[in-house]
């Protein structure tokens, strides 16, 4: 069954907005999907409903409970820092085999279209020698890009698609989700990864309410995974 691997070119950009309305999206269809989180950093328990496990999960239409944020999110931490620093500040590390083995388990047990989601963007570190690059050169599935709409996301864009392409991974889809207050029109910074993108469809996500599932933008998404 398919996996897919939502990343992008930095923090805050997306992922779990765009995992959540492809999971809603795709549920209309009976398909039975399933998510990870399996880093978090930035994590509080007080608020944990307000956290991408808990926004994966409501998408899902699986309860929020403590059990089932550990199922989806085992490594969470509760400084908002890379992993690797966050871990560190209670005296823990992200044991990186056990986390492939754990994304690895889910791919091979997923009954149909499994997301999961990385953390921060393409290379933040995971412990004092691998990235997030390596974690998804490991799985080698299907990747997800995420990028931003605001000035400067083309480079950033064009960068991380170089760093992609050296490690061979496949791209299913980029998506630019458009950030805040962008003073670039969305359809010109589409246009402008098209022409770099080797012919990875790119698809541009305008500023949406939370919650949506209808928009024409996440069929076509969707249709291209
Ligand atoms: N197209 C969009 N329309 C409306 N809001 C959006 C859109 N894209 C992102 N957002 C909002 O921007 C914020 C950051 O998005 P999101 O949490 O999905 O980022 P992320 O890449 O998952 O970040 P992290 O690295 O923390 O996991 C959220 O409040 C989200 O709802
Ligand atoms: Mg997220």
Known sequence: MAAYFVTSTGTDIGKTFVTAALIRYMRESNQPIAALKPIVSGYDSS????????????????????????????????????????AAREGRRVDFVELVEFSRAAINGAKGPLFIEGVGGIMVPLDGRRTVLDWMT????????????????????LTAL??????????????????????????????????????????????????????????????LL
Request: glycine share 6%; net charge negative.
């Open 138 to 157: 490991a799985l080698d599935i299907p990747l997800l890009l995420i990028v931003g709409g605001y000035l400067g996301t083309i480079s950033h864009t």
């Open 47 to 86: 608020v944990a409903e307000t956290s991408d496990p808990a926004v994966l999960l409501a998408a899902l239409g699986r309860r929020m409970s403590a059990d089932e944020i550990e199922r989806i999110a085992p490594w969470r931490f509760r400084a908002p820092l890379a992993p690797d620093l966050a």
């Open 162 to 223: 170089d760093v992609l392409a050296q490690r061979k991974l496949t791209i299913a889809a980029i998506v630019v989700s458009e950030s805040d207050r962008d003073a670039v029109a969305l359809d010109d910074t589409v246009a402008s990864i098209e022409r770099f993108s080797n012919g990875v469809e790119v698809v541009g996500l305008p500023r949406l309410p939370a919650g949506i599932t209808h928009h024409p933008a996440i069929a076509r998404i969707a249709n």
